[in-house]
């Protein structure tokens, strides 16, 4: 079992136990204490959200070291099919080779619109997560659905992990018109530390993303369909991607996670 | 004066007691136990917003089972002007019969993005009310405007009734191009345990669904304005629906809400 | 140095100021004091967003009268590049001038989506505000970013600043067509009280509002950056508009923030 495929066990495992309804609260110590706690925990719903929807409004303008700043030394990264980037240097590497250097420009538009969130704290107080989405227009139009955690370091909230599978993602014409797989490891530099996380297609295709959270009333884990989805394998319209739309089913019939083929 | 009818009086005297700004709390008790009730409203808020949220990533991949288990077991839904389901069985039923069974398939876009909600509490701390918005990609591009109600029982929030009237519905070429009435009660299969509660058709016509709550500043209840807006009478195009939008106004002026007329 | 550049050197220096995480709380008092501000300042917050988003459901129908109520009686409202208007009779004058009586009709849709905010209270508890977007969805497509002030008169929290340059404004046939500079002060009536705060270009130009809060893990001020972007001069194509491409840029280098051209 690799280290991707740890994390994502690991996330599963989340879902099971996180608690229903209202955060839990320490038994132990004063009601003032447990008062102050919940708070808290309300305070940080908010600065998890924030640091999402300043990520969103940073990348609009290729803000690009301000967007570094927001996540912890040892972040990953993972947009698209592109593969994990670790570290916030890497997070920076990324975006300037990527996008082009600090700085909005003429004739460009990246906004990436953030709403939609479902944020969670851990009892400990240290772990956040947000699922997600944003709208995304720019040469065309596209749907990442984010799956993050957050870290509180020395009292201040930072991006540990962000992860942004696309729902959907066309040109400018519209998904009414035609629809694309954004994006793979080798479509442009740089390339990644890992290779992706997990495989998954966009639209006509579809992946569901693993909730952090469990269903909000019966408060069990949810267990991902498991109908035919299709997996990576190369670049769209290949004969090897063609075959990969019929593969890729773990063992339980759940949708893969797990390291994808290299070609 | 019918069921649907009286729901939608009591639901226009609500915005008339709503609290005016920070939820009002018991006079009698502790300061401690008034904070703390302060603390439980913002977390009930987030509960119902969660819940709204939810199901609208569980609308997107047809994940019918777990979002019947959202509601209550005598939740009511009414989805465009399909008509009022009655129920937690008829919410299943309804997305399985009318969408297909659960699970997301191929070809199959249908977003259902939640956003910019006005959440309330009643202050006894059972009952909650959102008004909110979806932007739906799907085969097209549609805009439901919720206003919904939640109720807490034995600690958990749920779905208690679901309203989503649509402000506008067209193909994936845009309202630019083209708009339709998406829905009424004979369209397709379930066929509403009652007509709709509310009269209304979408742009280029419009409805202005009642507010929930009243003016934030003025804390004075929305009056409905008093222009022609039409009414549903059957299937649009036919010349019964032409005549429909010259009629169906309330004695007061005030668009109709009552039931609509059964060919 | 005149009234609109007062405003915003005001509001730059804010940014340097706000607490850094969680809302900064008296030392002094007893802890409850503390926890009970704390739970206000979320309080609060709610309390502004939903003005925020109330705003947007106002606009949707033409509520101008109930919209005009949100704004405190000596509020500041400046949409896309049309210039200031003081004060609440004249917020009222300016949407029903521009836009027509109050009540929606027929064949018109002025959808403005709210979502993305974040809010900040003063420690003071008086002052607030949020930094925000909408989504329009009308004769075309509009997407305005808010950096909006609030203040709490009597308990009662108001729109006291309303601030939305538009990132980008096109046709129902979409920014990958044509993209538009959607206001200038003489445009439509009724003309402004004061010229534009700030000189800015829409699409495919571009213009960074300044934020009002600091990167929330560093808690730097936001500063713009300094490419080239333009001013707004006169009308869109015309000759004095081009050369305003490539004019316009403060002393230091960033975008400016002055007094427009008068033709």
New interface residues.
Partial sequence: MNKALIRWSAYAALAATLP????AVAQSGS??DA??T???R??D???IE??Q??Y??FV??S?WT?LS??FSDDATLEIGGKGLFLGKPRVLEYMQTAFGP????????A?H??????PDISEDGTTGWI?S?A?V?GG?WG?PLYENAYRKEN????ISRLTGPF??YT???????NALNNTWPDKFDPPPDLPPSVIYLT????F?IP?HYP????GKP?LP?????GAYAGPPGTAIQREALRTGRMENGTQPIFQPPRN
């Fill in positions: 229903l309804a209202a955060p009601k003032l008062l102050e919940r708070i808290t309300l305070e719903m908010n600065q924030r640091l929807r300043t969103g409004y609009d303008k803000q301000q700043e927001l600090d700085g909005a420009r003429e004739n460009m538009l906004n619109m953030q709403f939609q969130s479902i699922r989405r709208y227009m065309g749907l009292g201040v909230w930072k729902t959907m040109s400018a014409q519209g998904w009414g018109v639209y006509p295709a579809y569901i909730f269903n909000p009333v019966t949810f369909d498991t109908d035919e989805v």
